[in-house]
């Protein structure tokens, strides 16, 4: 007889021909309606096994209501989203419908995927369009690094005088970049939270947290390389800026190798790099806006050494 333990059930091993065999659950099997012959999800979690159904969870859906001003109830539509509902549901006072939808309207385009589907005099629903199992987190995770290395070739190539003045496309490469890390952590929360989906997207509950450190050294990258094309490039090209292109873009493909891959082998040369790129950097005297450029450029190089680092084994 199974003896319940809060939240957990023990159950006997049986042998059934050449397998061994264990009972599920009746009351969950009914919550999530498995049945005879359906199929479960079975993840292996270290010395533990995690079974889910197969479907990855019934839509969810949360209801806000207008209170007191708009930035409030914008700020619930963004959380709403990063925690993971696939329908978003607004109440309002219908003077405030056309104010909203203006605030909708841009806030959608930061918020990949998430459309208006329904609007009313005094309601209206989002909805979120993508599937996480048709984009998933290591694709994203690629784009992000080929827009910030595009960001970063583009930007210093401009310091070298080869290219005019990148500003305009490092802005909307920027804005690119953070609408993929606000859907790689919604997609990564859900996977937290719901065992099935992480199963089907190949990741282990360590994986879900390397990959969110991993997308928010991507865009805290881009975020330097944009601060960089703001100053003037006569800050900039006062350096070495061959020697400077050649250690950060090389350190900026060995540190996505070495995520994706577990190449733990590049890892010290990154470190060396990083290393004789801050000497680099270290000339006698410096202008303030050079001092800008300079922390922004350690930065980006203590960042991408951190992604590598995310491929070293850690200790239990």
């Given at each position: 007889?199974?003896?319940?333990?809060?939240?957990?059930?023990?159950?006997?091993?049986?042998?059934?021909?050449?397998?061994?065999?264990?009972?599920?659950?009746?009351?969950?099997?009914?919550?999530?309606?498995?049945?005879?012959?359906?199929?479960?999800?079975?993840?292996v979690a270290g010395s533990s096994l995690i079974?889910?159904?197969?479907?990855?969870?019934?839509?969810?859906?949360?209801?806000?209501?207008?209170?007191?001003?708009?930035?409030?109830?914008?700020?619930?539509?963004?959380?709403?989203?990063?925690?993971?509902?696939?329908?978003?549901?607004?109440?309002?006072?219908?003077?405030?419908?056309?104010?909203?939808?203006?605030?909708?309207?841009?806030?959608?385009?930061?918020?990949?995927?998430?459309?208006?589907?329904?609007?009313?005099?005094?309601?209206?629903?989002?909805?979120?369009?993508?599937?996480?199992?048709?984009?998933?987190?290591?694709?994203?995770?690629?784009?992000?690094?080929?827009?910030?290395?595009?960001?970063?070739?583009?930007?210093?190539?401009?310091?070298?005088?080869?290219?005019?003045?990148?500003?305009?496309?490092?802005?909307?490469?920027?804005?690119?970049?953070?609408?993929?890390?606000?859907?790689?952590?919604?997609?990564?929360?859900?996977?937290?939270?719901?065992?099935?989906?992480?199963?089907?997207?190949?990741?282990?509950?360590?994986?879900?947290?390397?990959?969110?450190?991993?997308?928010?050294?991507?865009?805290?990258?881009?975020?330097?390389?944009?601060?960089?094309?703001?100053?003037?490039?006569?800050?900039?090209?006062?350096?070495?800026?061959?020697?400077?292109?050649?250690?950060?873009?090389?350190?900026?493909?060995?540190?996505?190798?070495?995520?994706?891959?577990?190449r733990i082998d590049v890892v010290p040369r990154?470190?060396?790099?990083?290393?004789?790129?801050?000497?680099?950097?270290?000339?006698?005297?410096?202008?303030e806006g050079q001092v800008k450029v300079r922390?922004?450029?350690?930065?980006?190089?203590?960042?991408?050494?951190?992604?590598?680092?995310?491929?070293?084994?850690?200790?239990?």
């Open positions: 007889m199974p003896r319940n333990l809060r939240n957990r059930v023990l159950r006997s091993v049986m042998r059934s021909g050449g397998s061994l065999v264990v009972s599920l659950p009746k009351r969950w099997a009914e919550s999530v309606r498995i049945g005879d012959g359906d199929y479960v999800v079975v993840e079974i889910s159904p197969t479907s990855v969870e019934n839509e969810s859906e949360v209801r806000l209501r207008f209170s007191s001003d708009l930035a409030s109830l914008i700020d619930k539509v963004v959380a709403a989203y990063l925690m993971g509902y696939d329908s978003i549901s607004i109440a309002y006072p219908t003077e405030v419908k056309e104010a909203l939808e203006r605030e909708l309207f841009f806030l959608k385009d930061k918020l990949m995927g998430l459309e208006i589907v329904e609007s009313g005099q005094s309601s209206m629903r989002l909805r979120m369009v993508i599937d996480p199992l048709e984009l998933k987190p290591v694709q994203v995770l690629r784009r992000m690094w080929k827009l910030s290395d595009d960001m970063l070739r583009y930007s210093l190539k401009s310091a070298a005088g080869e290219v005019p003045e990148p500003l305009g496309f490092i802005e909307k490469a920027e804005d690119d970049v953070d609408r993929l890390y606000f859907y790689m952590v919604r997609v990564l929360r859900k996977s937290s939270a719901n065992p099935a989906l992480a199963a089907l997207l190949g990741l282990t509950s360590v994986e879900i947290l390397d990959y969110r450190l991993a997308a928010y050294f991507l865009e805290n990258i881009a975020d330097r390389i944009f601060e960089i094309a703001g100053l003037t490039r006569e800050n900039i090209s006062s350096f070495d800026v061959e020697g400077l292109s050649k250690i950060l873009l090389e350190n900026h493909e060995l540190s996505m190798d070495a995520f994706l891959n577990k990154i470190k060396r790099n990083s290393e004789t790129l801050v000497k680099l950097l270290t000339p006698p005297r410096l202008r922390d922004a450029l350690i930065s980006i190089a203590d960042m991408q050494y951190d992604i590598a680092s995310l491929a070293l084994p850690q200790l239990a």
